[in-house]
């Protein structure tokens, strides 16, 4: 599993390839860890790009319910994005559609966030530094 | 080991059909009938065949209480909910309210959904009848005793007439008994619960239930791996969604469909047998929750079949 950042305006998109299950939960967990940090104490936006993303096992699902309250505590957004079908599936079988902020793509993530998050994605523009 | 029977399979509190529930089923059932040949009592059948189970059956609502039919004479049981009582009334007719008999029944756990069938076990009350009732925990006996106690039963434990012994059985390690090995193991909930694993004429059978799997813990995952490892059946406690017992019912010491899917192909299990219903579903929620548990295991199939089933009180499972 690889997990890539990219910057928009006051969010930060993480995306995520391979594979989540029991080997890997712990990398995502360790991975996205000074991404939650940053984006909590900036009230900011975290979006996971899931398009990449092939599988996820109970134990990856843990991780971003974990994700998801720590972001709540400090009044910041995780948001997941662009699940594909078989994730999606895993997502509603396991309610975790009903405890995370799902969207179909990106674009409709990235509006969720901010106007200028989803303005700097749109403009395609060079990455914002963290 | 022959056959599972399912005598109790909802978990925390015995629940019942109500007359609107009835009333829905029975106009689905005329629904679906509209304009179809009823005259044999096969069109009638043909009818209730293509509905599904919530609208043609109901899953039940007694607590929890699973018999193992191993082959032998003695009768085998896994907890004493409220599906105690119809198995004690089965097993009086099955031989004639016949003396003799010998019931091996074993505790998941001493909470009050697992032991309130006791009570009202007839072949308990049978002298000549020998009840030998297992578990790891140090108060087993004491509890069974208190809970017919004053002022919460009036009928004191000193009324059975059958020969009442306990057991206790040391976790981890296997124990014969009529001709079964028997292995207790500690699983996570409140005050304690142990699941037991049945071997016998190289059949396995696995009881879990009243168990939560901390999944943040590899060792705990593969404890559980280890002790499901090639079971042709797995009684497992799938009373919550995912997302509500990693959440908001996290320690309630309960688990989830998902995990259970993921624990029997991890161990190599053929089968999976949701058990221990929540409460609040209805029929028409476990059987989504039956079909959305047999799609995940189609999603994330490895090499090997997980057969998938959801317990029912009267579900007869073959091995």
């Known amino acids: 599993m690889q997990v890539s950042t990219r910057h928009h305006a006051d969010a930060t998109v993480a995306t995520l390839t391979g594979r989540i299950d029991h080997q890997t939960a712990a990398q995502l967990e360790a991975a996205l860890a000074p991404l939650l940090a940053e984006a909590g104490a900036n009230r900011g936006a975290l979006v996971l790009d899931f398009a990449g993303v092939d599988y996820i096992s109970s134990v990856g699902l843990r991780v971003l319910m974990i994700a998801a309250k720590q972001m709540r505590e400090h009044q910041a957004q995780l948001l997941v994005a662009a699940l594909q079908s078989v994730v999606v599936e895993i997502f509603t079988i396991s309610r975790f559609n009903r405890i995370l902020t799902v969207t179909p793509t990106l674009d409709d993530a990235l509006a969720l966030c901010s106007p200028a998050a989803l303005a700097h994605y749109r403009g395609a523009g060079p990455a914002t530094p963290p | ?319």
Not at chain 2, 287 to 315: C, N, P
Request: net charge negative; hydrophobic share 40%; proline share 5%.
């Open chain 2, 1 to 319: 080991m022959m056959r599972a029977r399912f005598w109790g399979t909802r978990g925390s509190l015995p629940v019942a059909l109500t007359a609107a529930g009835v009333r829905h089923k029975l106009l689905t059932a005329l629904r679906a009938a509209r304009g179809r040949p009823l005259t044999t009592e096969a069109d009638l059948e043909r009818v209730l065949a293509g509905l599904p189970f919530a609208d043609a059956a109901t899953y039940g609502g007694h607590g929890p209480c699973v018999q193992l039919e191993t082959g032998g004479f003695d009768y085998f049981v896994c907890d004493m909910g409220s599906g105690l009582r119809p198995f004690g009334h089965a097993a009086m007719a099955q031989r004639s309210g016949g003396a003799g008999q010998t019931f091996h029944i074993f505790q998941s756990h001493l909470h009050w959904d697992h032991i309130m069938g006791l009570p009202f076990f007839v072949p308990a009350f049978v002298p000549g009848n020998r009840v030998v009732i297992y578990g790891s925990h140090p108060g087993l006996e004491a509890a069974l005793r208190r809970q017919q106690e004053p002022p919460s039963f009036p009928v004191d434990f000193s009324i059975f007439g059958a020969k009442l012994e306990f057991v206790h059985l040391e976790p981890g390690r296997a124990h014969q008994i009529a001709g079964v090995a028997v292995t207790s193991m500690l699983q996570r909930h409140g005050g304690d619960s142990y699941g037991y694993r049945f071997e016998s004429q190289g059949k396995v059978v696995v009881y879990s239930t009243d168990s939560e799997h901390p999944l943040e813990q590899p060792e705990h995952t593969q404890r559980f791996v280890n002790f499901f490892r090639d079971a042709d059946l797995v009684i497992f406690d799938g009373m919550y969604s995912l997302a509500d017992a990693v959440s908001v019912k996290a320690d309630w010491g309960h688990s989830s469909n998902i995990v259970g899917v993921e624990l029997c192909q991890m161990a190599g299990a053929r089968h999976l047998c949701l058990f221990h219903h929540e409460p609040v579903f209805d029929d028409a929620a476990i059987d989504a929750v039956l079909a959305e548990t047999r799609r995940l295991e189609e999603i994330t199939r490895g090499a090997t079949r997980l057969r998938v089933s959801a317990a029912y009180d009267g579900l007869e499972i073959g091995l």
